[in-house]
């Protein structure tokens, strides 16, 4: 655990992840705030908003500057002036993530960044390694919205890239409470990063439809869908019910694509349209009963790493 | 913990699974020996074979006969007669699955029998607790073989049985290592279950191309299949890719039906066809590299026990 808290200076290996709609300056403030890792979610955001998330949530870090991280979506179209936005504001974590980590991380780290990866595979693992990453992050079946395609899961996923990098290992997927940070820890993780769990805090800037809707899922309500497009998990509503027919139905990755249109993701997380808007959750939803504030979680994940 | 090692009267909470076509007599006696609940798995013979296995493993236990197990999948036509087996022979521990706890719960509670029910959902694990059984084993998305339909993993799974229950909480699925078991216990299990790990050892009745093939397999390489029908978890092969092809075509459950046909996990696991038979095993798989002896397993298991 010691190599991931020295290189990051910081005292909980805890990452608040970066997620569309949800993270942003404020979410990603209030975590850096209480000393762990706070991450704006840019694959939401244009540049000039990415800008203004960024600037804020440095208005808002009373201490723990360099504990503000910001989640590029490699795929997004604008990446590299997204990139420039956060350099100039001298983000110090980068952490990269649907795309190839040869691409930008020689880049970012001859400018000094911190760079992690996301990885759903110990090969991709070993590639984000020789690619010169800091630390992966390793994520499992279990985790909420974009997940990889060979559905291994965090018990699994963790001790396989463990085995496989000498990096620092940071595990996602199904981490939501103490016991799962525990259990993280047990696998080998050096870390752990949390993210529907922070979805359902004051500061997320989640519809406050989709946070009731998460308090009240029952256990076993989200669902791995749209394996032929980009696979997502998703939290059982008429939407995420009507890709499942059509996929049990044998639908073609076109078909999907066209039902998912446009701006669903917006529409489902950001304005609360539960019917008709994705809702990109974990399966750690079931266990999830409560809005809190960041500095309550904290306080809560605090009692893992006591004895 | 140690509840369940007291109503079990063992040491290591651990449970060597049953399973079809791998654990007969020899690897359930040689886990009794051990020190852990070895068991016999029923669903793949009929009474008579069941009867011999018994008696086998009974003369092979050299103490710790209340060590020994079986596994009833509640499905099988014979049920009965099998049960009735196991009484006469003075088996201790029936593990059921594949069926309702309220089925033959209280009749083997009125015979003095421990009764460990498999389920794979909290409201399930509800349900065996209001059946009267003295343990549940809950298992996760990654097991192996037959699995549940809302696809929870051990991570997540484990917890929300654990609040929803007061009674000893086995954990499955996923678990095949010293640090599985640790994270197992950190996630609130009281026991673990263990399936895969004891297939690919000297006692089990796996033929030996099929140990070759989880020994060779890479990590990501099983997946959950007929799901339409009975989800499954099968090593990659000829047959997985021929079911994996007709369900993305969108197959009915028939058509599942009759491309599984009969005898195939016979054909895959005790006979080692590896292109024409069913591979039951979990994703712990991509983890297993050699074939040990059982005593050497629990030798290394034991490690999750100390400081």
């Not at 559905?151 to 996923?157: A, F, P, R, S, Y």
Request: net charge neutral; proline share 2%.
């Amino acid at each position: 655990m010691n190599k991931f808290r020295e290189l990051f200076n910081l005292d909980l290996p805890i990452i608040q992840a970066g997620m569309v709609w949800c993270s942003g300056a404020k979410l990603a403030a209030a975590s850096a705030n209480e000393g762990i890792i706070g991450t704006i979610g840019a694959g939401s955001m244009n540049k000039e908003l990415l800008d203004k998330h960024i600037l804020k949530a440095q208005n808002l870090i009373s201490k723990n500057n360099h504990l503000l991280a910001v989640n590029f979506p490699l795929l997004y179209h604008d990446i590299e002036a997204q990139l420039k936005v956060a350099l100039d504001r001298g983000i110090k974590i980068f952490i990269t993530s649907a795309g190839s980590p040869n691409k930008y991380t020689k880049f970012l780290k001859d400018e000094g960044r911190l760079v992690i990866h996301v990885c759903s595979s110990a090969r991709l693992a070993k590639k984000c390694e020789n690619a010169g990453v800091d630390a992966v992050v390793a994520e499992g079946f279990e985790a909420g919205g974009h997940n990889g395609r060979n559905e291994t899961t965090t018990m699994v996923l963790i001790p396989e890239v463990v085995n496989n990098v000498n990096i620092p290992v940071i595990a996602a997927g199904g981490i939501g409470q103490a016991s799962q940070i525990r259990a993280a820890h047990a696998l080998g993780a050096s870390a752990v990063q949390i993210g529907s769990r922070f979805v359902v805090t004051e500061e997320s800037s989640a519809h406050h439809e989709f946070k009731n809707a998460i308090i009240n899922a029952s256990p076993g309500m989200t669902k791995l869908l749209m394996k032929k497009y980009i696979p997502v998990r998703l939290l059982e509503n008429k939407f995420s019910k009507d890709i499942q027919e059509l996929e049990s139905a044998g639908a073609s990755k076109e078909e999907l694509k066209t039902l998912l249109g446009k701006q669903r993701a917006k529409r489902g997380m950001l304005d609360g349209d539960l019917d008709q808007g994705e809702l990109e959750i974990g399966q750690v939803s079931g266990l999830i009963n409560n809005i809190k504030t960041v500095k309550e979680l904290v306080q809560e994940f605090r009692l893992a790493y006591q004895e």
